[in-house]
């Protein structure tokens, strides 16, 4: 069964940078889009990016351009996502989330597996 | 601009039914969406995918009770026999070309 499972819990300063992993089982990473989605305290989902796996090429929200890396290792089945220059309103949940149709079949953008989340505290 | 309206709470009685809004943008009402259920301590969870005629495809293990359906530029999340685990938000989502799009999400809550 696909399982998607995320590092734990961070504390960082701000300025610093936080990354978070999302490690993939059930199937082949690099035949599926992965994607990461953001939840601010109070606040709804966020779309931040997406990365393919299987040649690394990544597509990311306006927003979060300047700041945001996704990365993969295939080795490993990980996908990573790292935002730096944190500040206070980064605080939130991040969740990693695998897109339903295989790149291959370039079909529709629902995401159909999610991870359990990992939750991000930027304070000094 | 792709965007995706949700009212903010709805609520309904234990063991009624409870349908969810979903609207696209002007110029977007042929799109297909998703729903998603996020529950309070857990992870995002995929219910379905909801076409613009009607047509839908469930997620793993979604059970009858959720079902999805299609009005214009609407799309809609019906729970019928609502349960007291249903109390959750619940988001909508779609995607264009190299992006993907959340509506604001919508509080269930069960009574």
């Known amino acids: 069964q696909v399982q998607l499972v995320q590092s734990g819990a961070e504390v960082k300063k701000p300025g610093a940078s936080v990354k978070v992993s999302c490690k993939a089982s059930g199937y082949t990473l690099s035949s599926y889009y992965m994607h990461w989605v953001r939840q601010a305290p109070g606040q709804g989902l966020e779309w931040m990016g997406m990365?393919?796996?299987?040649?690394?090429?990544?597509s990311y929200a306006q927003k979060f351009q300047d700041r945001v890396t996704m990365t993969r290792d295939t080795s490993t089945s990980t996908v990573y996502m790292e935002l730096s220059s944190l500040r206070s309103e980064d605080t939130a949940v991040f969740y990693c989330?695998?897109?339903?149709?295989?790149?291959?079949?370039?079909?529709?953008?629902?995401?159909?597996?999610w991870g359990q989340g990992t939750l991000v505290t930027v304070s000094s | 601009q792709l965007v995706l309206t949700q009212s903010p709470s709805a609520s309904a009685s234990l063991g009624a039914s409870v349908k969810l809004a979903c609207t696209l943008s002007n110029g977007h009402s042929r799109y297909a969406i998703a729903w998603h259920q996020l529950q309070p301590e857990k992870g995002p969870r995929f219910l379905m995918k909801v076409n613009s005629d009607g047509s839908h495809t469930k997620g793993d293990g979604i059970p009858d009770r959720f079902s999805g359906s299609s009005s214009g530029a609407e799309r809609y999340l019906t729970i019928s026999s609502l349960q007291s685990e249903d109390e959750a938000d619940y988001y909508c989502q779609t995607w264009d070309s190299g992006i993907r799009v959340f509506g604001g999400g919508t509080k269930l809550t069960v009574l």
């Open positions: 989330a695998r897109e339903r149709d295989p790149i291959a079949v370039a079909g529709s953008g629902e995401f159909d597996y």
């Open positions: 990365i393919n796996p299987s040649g690394g090429s990544t």
